[in-house]
T-cell receptor
Framework: DAGVTQSPTHLIKTRGQQVTLRCSPK?????VSWYQQALGQGPQFIFQ???????QRGNFPDRFSGHQFPNYSSELNVNALLLGDSALYLC?????????????????FGEGSWLTVV | AQKVTQAQTEISVVEKEDVTLDCVYE???????LFWYKQPPSGELVFLIR??????QNEISGRYSWNFQKSTSSFNFTITASQVVDSAVYFC????????????????FGKGITLSVRP
């Protein structure tokens, strides 16, 4: 049973560039969320995708955008990178509301993508 | 707004000691879930336990146990007979219910507790 997979694992970008991170949810899961974790902090919610639509969004600027594909995989895009965007980006997958366990089901995380902006 | 407070920042114990990690939460939701995750240096958040707001029964799962008290909004986590492999950052998290979709709302995390278990 494949867990949540993310790519790339590490990357270095220059300020002002754009980055795309990818996530494949756990088998059977249809909802993907993205979190940003700065060093020494807890993860912060960016947004959540279900049925290929953004369903919830945290307090992040429009430079952060995403997409969900029909196979439930997802991308996180960050434009005009700032030094402060350096962080671990975590993808989480879960079952959506149509599932009998849609609410409160376990949310699984990938190993994350470490982004360094220089 | 939801909030999770983990007042302890770092805990160091000797192997085989029991250790309790504290978590206090705030929410206006009447239905919610609480989670504990472990984060080793690799970065992956590993699910440990979850508890829903309408079940205050405390349980034990192997070396893990938890104490959920709604009256004090606390959800403490205990590791019995700690091992070196337990060394990691531990996060408490809270999830409500998004009314429009019925789905999980976002997870709100505490700042984490760094646990070091010395041999």
């Amino acid at each position: 049973d494949a867990g949540v997979t993310q790519s790339p694992t590490h990357l270095i970008k220059t300020r002002g560039q754009q980055v795309t991170l990818r996530c494949s949810p756990k088998s059977g899961h249809d909802t993907v969320s993205w979190y940003q974790q700065a060093l020494g902090q807890g993860p912060q919610f960016i947004f959540q995708y279900y049925e290929e639509e953004e369903r919830q969004r945290g307090n992040f600027p429009d430079r952060f955008s995403g997409h969900q594909f029909p196979n439930y995989s997802s991308e996180l895009n960050v434009n005009a990178l700032l030094l402060g965007d350096s962080a671990l980006y975590l993808c989480a997958s879960s079952l959506g509301p149509k599932s009998t366990q849609g609410f409160g089901n376990t949310i699984y995380f990938g190993e994350g993508s470490w982004l360094t902006v220089v | 707004a939801q909030k999770v407070t983990q007042a302890q920042t770092e805990i160091s114990v000797v192997e085989k000691e029991d250790v309790t990690l504290d978590c206090v939460y705030e929410t206006r939701d009447t239905t919610y879930y609480l989670f504990w995750y472990k984060q080793p240096p690799s970065g992956e958040l590993v699910f440990l336990i979850r508890r829903n707001s309408f079940d205050e029964q405390n349980e034990i799962s192997g070396r893990y146990s938890w104490n959920f008290q709604k009256s004090t909004s606390s959800f403490n986590f205990t590791i019995t007979a700690s091992q070196v492999v337990d060394s990691a950052v531990y996060f408490c998290a809270l999830s409500g219910r998004k009314r429009s979709t019925g789905a999980n709302s976002k997870l709100t995390f505490g700042k984490g507790i760094t646990l070091s278990v010395r041999p």
